[in-house]
């Protein structure tokens, strides 16, 4: 997986499973801890996720409506169902 695409998946994944640490999701991921956490830096960089200590990090606002943004629902629509998520 590489750049964008890596990106997207741990904001994904923080979605579903809240905060996490960048190892956690490199094992989720199937990725190296090291590459992930060079995208969770980007991520932070970006305001996409916040660092909640210990390496662990949780997706904010920004990184909600980027992964609605970038992930069409089954119908093709563009925007997933994301409502409900406490920010």
Do not use: K, W
Request: hydrophobic share 35%; with cysteine.
């Amino acid at each position: 997986m590489f750049g964008r695409q890596l990106e997207q998946e741990i904001l994904a994944a923080l979605v579903d499973e809240g905060p996490l640490s960048a190892v956690d999701l490199a094992a989720m991921l199937d990725e190296h801890p090291l590459t992930v956490e060079q995208a969770c830096d980007r991520l932070c960089e970006q305001g996409d996720i916040r660092s909640v200590g210990s390496r662990r990090y949780e997706l904010v606002a920004s990184g909600r409506h980027q992964l609605t943004d970038a992930e069409p629902t089954r119908s093709g629509s563009g925007s997933s169902d994301l409502s409900g998520l406490a920010d």
